[in-house]
């Protein structure tokens, strides 16, 4: 039996599934996180970090996610 594996990070698809924002929204939220937590630009922002972020529940937004 397989396990299907789970993804860490987010990207701009999952904000905008989760947010209902467009894409182009979703990668300014996603710039805005990776700048107040001090990563690079070429830096993945994890799903726990997104969910700190916008006080949302990891519960909530774990099924929303893509692939």
Known sequence: ???????ICIYPKDIQRITG????QSIRLLQKIRKDLNKLEN??????????YTSLKYEQVEPLIIG
């Open 1 to 7: 039996m397989k396990t299907e594996p789970k993804r």
């Open 21 to 24: 924002k467009s894409y182009r």
């Open 43 to 52: 830096e993945f922002v994890s799903i726990e970090e997104f969910c700190h």
